[in-house]
């Protein structure tokens, strides 16, 4: 059965500083994997998408990277601002033969920017 | 937002009467999916379905019942509500030709007393 961890469940920063989000699965045959950001009480807006063959993908300030053998992504956060506060959630796409296997999603890492 | 719009955004309804949430897409996808997100469990998918009146179990259905007649709407029912069952849920689609990029609506929040 294919789990996701995300460490740590919360992470305060000062702004301006850099930072990593951890992202663990335990089975390796996944499709593709996808991180998320959740503002409270608000839906999930997605980040970036690594199909299963890639290493890494990049948006602005955000740059995510994937491991697939050792089961592990990061997401990496430059120059963080206050505005990024949010929760960050990363989910593995289970890979059935094709390209339509579930999300198992993480708990999620809460990150708070101070000014 | 992928052009998917959830009915209602918030809702209070009493144990054991039927409650029915609604999902529509404006672009045609043909996966659709019903999550409930819980503290401490994360999101966990309850149904999905990849066609007009195709659909399958997630991990938590129980007490959920499904319905996609029209390729745009995908329905979740309790047929009676219980506490358990107080949650934010959310409708997503899958967009194939992206790479299988997963799209989320706003949710709905439901209490049920």
């Known amino acids: 059965k294919q789990e996701v961890t995300q460490i740590p469940a919360a992470l305060s920063v000062p702004e301006g500083e850099n930072l990593v989000l951890n992202c663990s699965f335990t089975d390796s045959a996944i499709y593709n994997l996808q991180w998320f950001r959740q503002d409270p009480g608000k839906g999930l807006t997605s980040l970036l998408l690594i199909q299963s063959s890639q290493r890494e993908q990049t948006s602005g300030r955000l740059n995510a990277s994937l491991d697939k053998s050792s089961g592990r992504s990061t997401l990496y956060i430059a120059a963080s601002q206050p505005g990024d506060s949010a929760t960050y959630l990363c989910a593995v796409r289970r890979n059935y033969g094709g390209s339509q296997g579930n999300l198992i999603f993480g708990k999620g890492t809460k990150l708070s920017v101070k000014p | 937002d992928a052009g998917i719009t959830q009915s209602p955004r918030h809702k209070v309804t009493e144990t054991g009467t039927p409650v029915t949430l609604r999902c529509h897409q404006t672009?045609?996808?043909?996966?659709m999916y019903w999550y409930r997100q819980d503290p401490g469990h994360g999101l966990r998918l309850i149904h999905y379905s990849y066609g007009v009146k195709d659909t399958d179990k997630g991990e938590v259905s129980d007490g959920y019942s499904v319905s996609r007649s029209k390729t745009e709407d995908f329905l979740l029912t309790l047929e009676s509500a219980t506490s358990s069952q107080t949650s934010v849920y959310f409708c997503?689609?899958?967009?194939?030709?992206?790479?299988?990029?997963?799209?989320f609506g706003q949710g709905t929040r439901l209490t049920v007393v």
């Open positions: 997503a689609i899958s967009v194939a030709g992206m790479g299988t990029e997963a799209f």
């Open positions: 672009e045609n996808h043909r996966y």
